[in-house]
């Protein structure tokens, strides 16, 4: 049973471009979370989405958005990246909303913006 | 693979003994607790968790307790191995929402 999948692996931007992530959730979860985690922090979270709406949002501007597909695979996406968005991009999948289901993270995506 | 948390506190313990990793939690109202690992260039990997209407718990190898009075919760390993070494998270969730938030993490250090 595959777990948490992201891709891809590492990504090099420049300021002012756009990049979408992609994240595939564990087999029987269709909740979805994106995390941000800076080097040297814990993870800060960006957003959820289920039955394909975004139900929360961290405190994240705009430029950061996504969406959840039927299969319940979700997609990061930021605009107009600064230096400071780089950082490593982690999705998180759970069974539901319920607060108590435990979030299995992905190995994340290593974004590096110049 | 990726270094993670390079200036994190640190926890240096030798192998066979037990760890105590701790962490002080902000949130009074915070329902749900869980410790995760996390090894260089991976995800967080999950450990234990705990409810607040518990003030212990135990897995293999691993025993959480939580302290309500003080918004205090600790992580002990027993025997720790060197497969132990990993930077450690705490994170709550108030309960009412599903979202983490994360404290700044310990790495775990195992000498031979």
């Known amino acids: 049973d595959a777990g948490v999948t992201q891709s891809p692996t590492h990504l090099i931007k420049t300021r002012g471009q756009q990049v979408t992530l992609r994240c595939s959730p564990k087999?029987?979860?269709?909740?979805v979370s994106w995390y941000q985690q800076a080097l040297g922090q814990g993870p800060q979270f960006i957003f959820q989405?289920?039955?394909?709406?975004?139900?929360q949002r961290g405190n994240f501007p705009d430029r950061f958005s996504g969406h959840q597909f039927p299969n319940y695979s979700s997609e990061l996406n930021v605009n107009a990246l600064l230096l400071g968005d780089s950082a490593l991009y982690l999705c998180?999948?759970?069974?539901?909303?319920?607060?108590?289901?435990?979030?299995?993270f992905g190995p994340g995506t290593r974004l590096t913006v110049l | 693979g990726e270094s993670v948390g390079l200036h994190l506190p640190t926890l240096s313990v030798q192998e066979g003994d037990n760890s105590i990793i701790n962490c002080a939690y902000s949130n009074s109202a915070s329902d749900y607790f869980i410790w995760y690992k996390q090894e260089s260039g991976k995800g967080p990997q999950f450990i234990i968790d705990?409810?607040?209407?518990?003030d212990k718990r135990q897995g293999q190898r691993v025993t959480v307790l939580l302290n309500k009075t003080v918004k205090h919760l600790s992580l002990q390993i027993a025997a720790t191995q060197p497969g132990d070494s990993a930077v450690y998270f705490c994170a709550e969730n108030p309960g009412t929402a599903s979202k983490l938030t994360f404290g700044t993490g310990t790495r775990l250090q195992v000498t031979l």
């Open positions: 705990i409810r607040s209407n518990m």
């Open positions: 989405y289920y039955e394909e709406e975004e139900r």
């Open positions: 087999s029987g979860h269709d909740t």
């Open positions: 998180a999948s759970s069974l539901s909303l319920q607060p108590t289901d435990t979030q299995y």
